[in-house]
């Protein structure tokens, strides 16, 4: 089993890498903002000019020794302005964050503690201020206190104050009916202590998320406003006056724009990296997750010594049936991840004739519902089929293309899902979505389509069809989305329905409804049908034939009322005593112990052994599929029979 | 459809009512006179009293409110204390274009980052994904107005394929206008559709795990159908709040980026009006913003209502 050791080893070293590779970025970013403070604290020292002296006979230089990174339009050292920017930037986002936190956060906490009429008024001015453009409403402030760095950084503290205010806010309306604030507030703690004390610790981890963002802000908007004249006056440096001074001169010197740009960028960077990784640490992320979706198969990644030993698995060859299948699946094996891989399904065998319906039973991982997708070659990411056949009116549909494959579900083979409003668009009407098949898959008109949707509703059994067929999923009761949604499986008249636990999400008195339904509509149709299910009661009611799955294998497979009356496998004695009876008022009910082992920890031979019974020592070696009329996987399946019949 | 129309509406009432008195009471707001701005400082008392009769500061505050209100309502913003021209005479002039600047970004931002998202969902840890990260990661970080200045450098300056200033309207020339607000647009746009590819990228990756795409697939739809017609209209729900805030960003950066390119919109009458004081084209600029904000946020609604059945009045 080298498969899923490589697996876990190669994910721990993704891991390790993506954390050297965090720790890597906030070290950069750490310096560069460390390098940013220095600079503005001994500015007047590192700067090699003065960063107003003018000499207009070495303006616009270009980069030389003198000058490193240049002259601007006055012959004013391009690096000694830099640095002196820094001062600004720092003091920006100082001013701009500090007054934004002690504007926004006590406001937020006091009208999050207090509500009613103090909530409102302010929380409409807040949306007021938020449904005008950020910069729009600092220009309006500068326009009221004037020009110049510190008034538009109060400006811009207060267009920031309403996010802190409604970070706030928003944990205290959390916060306060919890128990323990209630609690404080019983043994009679002052409304200032108990949001000093047991509300305001909460806040922290959300705000220090909040300061970083907002430093990054506050310093792109102080740029901006420099540049555009409001904010730092000239001919003081600030980076924005820089990038304004640049802007005029693009045609003579357009590498003015860059030194300032840079470190404007890779300060707010620093500051926005730095923020990504406080979120994380904190854990209230809502990154989006950048690994494709784990595969629905759970691994066990303990290297297990299991299951397929010798160069080729045993086959058992299911006996040849009479009449003409319409699917007939064929030593089939379902594997999860890359190689070899890890089996999930081995050695399936079955057929369906026209008309017939094949229950497929087992508990939950015990692959039933793979089954079905692999039939329509549906069963995502990491999962393929590695052995065997899966003829479909006499095509091996193991061997077609993707876009072949398109073509055959829906026309030839159609499913049913187990939860009737999740497996129909919430976007569109249920009769569109019926009609949409309809066109794609038969080339009708739309008036066609229409037609045929109103007529198939109807046969489903819904009342006022032309009405239903305009209503959206939401509007529907589960049944009725059921019936629609069989409704669309049928739409182009599939030779075989594969229906995954149709009945379970519904009420019981729907259930039996739908059972009725898929009945009738055999009958009419023709269709096979597999029937997925863990019900066994259900299964009984509409299944010819049932084959009881476990851990990825078949152990039975019997015509109904045999298996009813004659289970073989200890598996499926199990399952029977485990099914509730009305009649019985015995409340123990019997279960069976233990749970459906993983892929990958599956036991060497018989599957079931570590849950059975009856297991003998010969249970460890690999136990084939035996019968003629009727199959059991189960060395001891006459003896025990035997033993029960005396 | 028109209910929800209407509903969105009243709801907008109070929001317009706050706006109106923050943007009035913004006069009295000012350090200076708006009397002794308009007769400078040779007027006498007698000159004094005659415009404050004429701006009809002598009557009682809620009066004023809802005489200027109601003239606002009828489109008279009031003259320029400066220039004596019609405030929305003025804005009606420059606002063609900064709106072209603000609808041609938004809808880079809206064609560059929807396709990119739904590349990044599709594909997710390749290289478009990563792209779209940093792209994201950076996008937040470099000022438009830089970007443009930049983008000035290589395309204008340098290669000569776009004017570096100036805009032309479209009626002038339907050819030269987008010449004029391509550079611009650009600059603006990009960080948007950053933003943008990220929010359609987790959107869309959530949809696709949903059942009934399984249950359209299992119906054999095409790919291509799922993805563009079932996929994305789903995901695009969440995805729409995110562009009516992101085209109010664009409005605002409008302001700054047109003085990169030299272009006389509304941002440079705002830095002017600011720069002089001028109250009632201040307080006309705002109210119009704020209008074109508000028809985003309804037409942002609009969108939704027809993605997302379940938030219609029924």
């Keep these: 089993m080298t498969a899923p050791l490589t697996t876990t080893t190669r994910t721990a070293t993704r891991g390790q890498w993506r954390l050297d590779g965090s720790h890597v970025i906030v070290g950069i970013a750490s310096a560069v903002l460390f390098l940013l403070a220095f600079m503005a604290i001994f500015a007047d020292w590192i700067a090699p000019y003065e960063p107003l002296k003018q000499n207009l006979i070495e303006a616009l230089q270009a980069p030389s020794a003198q000058h490193w990174l240049g002259t601007d339009d006055l012959g004013r050292d391009v690096l000694s302005r830099l640095i002196h920017g820094c001062r600004v930037a720092v003091i920006a986002a100082a001013e701009g964050t500090a007054i934004a936190l002690l504007l926004g956060v006590p406001l937020g906490l006091f009208i999050g503690y207090r509500g009613g009429w103090w909530d409102w008024v302010v929380m409409r001015l807040v949306e007021a201020i938020v449904s005008i453009p950020g910069i729009m409403v600092a220009i309006v402030i500068i326009a009221i206190l004037g020009p110049g760095l510190h008034k538009a950084m109060i400006a811009l503290g207060i267009l920031y104050s309403t996010s802190f205010l409604r970070l706030a806010r928003g944990v205290v309306l959390a916060e306060r009916e919890e128990v323990y604030v209630r609690s404080a507030r019983v043994i009679g703690a002052s409304d200032g202590r108990i949001l000093l004390r047991h509300i305001f610790p909460n806040i922290a981890p959300p705000l220090i998320v909040q300061v970083t963002l907002t430093v990054g802000a506050v310093l792109l908007s102080e740029a901006g406003l420099s540049f555009i004249g409001l904010g730092v006056q000239p001919p003081d440096a600030s980076w924005g006056t820089m990038l304004n001074t640049a802007a005029a001169f693009m045609d003579l010197n357009w590498f003015l724009a860059i030194p300032p740009g840079i470190a404007i960028i890779v300060t707010v960077l620093s500051v926005n990296l730095i923020g990504d990784v406080i979120r994380d640490a904190i854990g209230r992320g809502i990154a989006v997750d950048a690994k494709p979706a784990a595969p629905a198969v759970r691994m066990d990644n303990r290297p297990v010594v299991a299951a397929p030993a010798g160069p080729e698995p045993h086959r058992s060859t299911v006996p040849p049936r009479p009449q003409g299948d319409v699917l007939r699946v064929e030593g089939l094996e379902v594997v999860v991840g890359d190689g070899a891989g890890l089996p999930v399904i081995t050695d399936l065998s079955f057929g369906i004739a026209k008309g017939e319906t094949l229950g497929l039973v087992g508990e939950s991982g015990s692959g039933k519902t793979m089954t079905g997708l692999a039939i329509l070659g ?190 073989r496998h200890p598996y499926t004695q199990g399952l029977l005593r485990a099914m509730p009876h009305a009649s019985d008022r015995n409340p123990p009910l019997p279960t069976i112990r233990g749970s459906v082992p993983r892929p990958g920890s599956w036991p060497a031979g018989c599957r079931f052994s570590n849950r059975c019974d009856f297991k003998i020592a010969a249970c460890d070696r690999h136990v084939p599929l035996v019968g003629s009329d009727r199959l059991v996987r189960c060395i001891r399946a006459s003896e025990l029979e035997l033993e029960r019949a005396s | 459809m028109l209910r929800l129309i209407f509903q969105r509406l009243v709801a907008l009432v109070p929001l317009l009512f706050i706006v109106s008195v923050l943007t009035f009471s913004f006069t009295s707001l000012l350090p200076s006179d708006p009397v002794d701005l308009i007769i400078g400082d040779t007027g006498t008392q007698e000159q004094y009293e005659i415009v404050r009769e004429r701006l009809g500061m002598n009557q009682p505050v809620v009066v004023r409110y809802f005489q200027w209100l109601g003239r606002a309502a009828q489109g008279d913003l009031g003259t320029s204390f400066f220039n004596s021209v019609s405030v929305m005479g003025a804005v009606m002039q420059r606002l063609p274009v900064t709106l072209s600047l603000t609808v041609v970004s938004a809808l880079v931002a809206i064609v560059v980052g929807v396709s990119a998202g739904i590349a990044a969902a599709l594909r997710p840890r390749s290289w478009i994904d990563r792209l779209a990260t940093l792209g994201a990661t950076f996008g937040q970080a470099v000022p438009n107005f830089w970007f443009g200045l930049i983008l000035v450098a290589i395309f204008a300056v340098n290669l000569r394929w776009f004017p570096a200033t100036g805009f032309t309207p479209v009626s002038a020339s339907p050819w030269e206008w987008l010449r004029s607000v391509i550079l611009p647009s650009i600059a603006l746009g990009t960080s948007s559709s950053a933003a943008i590819a990220r929010q359609v990228r987790s959107a869309m990756v959530g949809v696709l795990q949903q059942d009934y795409i399984r249950a359209a697939r299992a119906q054999g739809l095409s790919t291509r159908r799922i993805i563009l017609k079932h996929a994305l209209t789903n995901a695009m729900v969440p995805v729409v709040a995110v562009l009516s805030f992101q085209i109010t960003v664009l409005l605002g950066g409008a302001l700054i980026v047109e003085q990169v390119f030299a272009i006389n919109g509304l941002g440079t009458l705002a830095i002017g009006a600011v720069r002089q004081q001028d109250i009632p084209m201040i307080q006309g600029i705002v109210l119009v913003m704020v209008a074109l904000v508000v028809a985003v946020q309804l037409a942002t609604d609009v969108i939704y209502g027809l993605l997302n059945p379940k938030a219609r009045p029924s």
Aim: net charge negative.
């Design chain 1, 378 to 567: 549906l069963m995502g990411a990491g999962l393929r089929t590695t052995r065997g056949s899966i003829m479909l009116n006499g095509r091996d549909l193991r061997s077609l293309s993707q876009r072949q494959m398109e073509k055959v579900r829906g026309n030839e083979v159609a499913m049913v899902f187990q939860d009737p409003t999740t497996s129909l668009n919430p976007a569109f009407t249920v009769g569109s979505q019926i009609a949409e098949v309809l066109r794609a898959k038969k080339g009708m008109s739309q008036k066609q389509a229409w037609t045929r949707v109103v007529e198939l509703i109807d046969r489903v059994g819904i009342p006022r069809p032309e009405e239903r067929a305009r209503a959206y999923p939401h509007e529907l009761s589960g049944g009725m989305a059921q019936r629609i949604a069989i409704a669309r499986a049928l739409s182009c008249n599939p030779a075989l329905l594969i229906a995954d636990e149709p009945t379970t999400a519904l009420d019981v008195t729907v259930q039996q409804e739908i059972l009725d339904l898929f009945r009738d509509l055999q009958e009419e149709f023709g269709m096979a049908i597999l029937f997925v299910t863990h019900d066994l009661a259900v299964a009984a009611d509409i299944c010819d034939r049932i084959s009881v799955m476990y851990a990825g294998e078949m152990v039975e497979m019997a015509e109904v009322n045999q298996l009813f009356s004659n289970p």
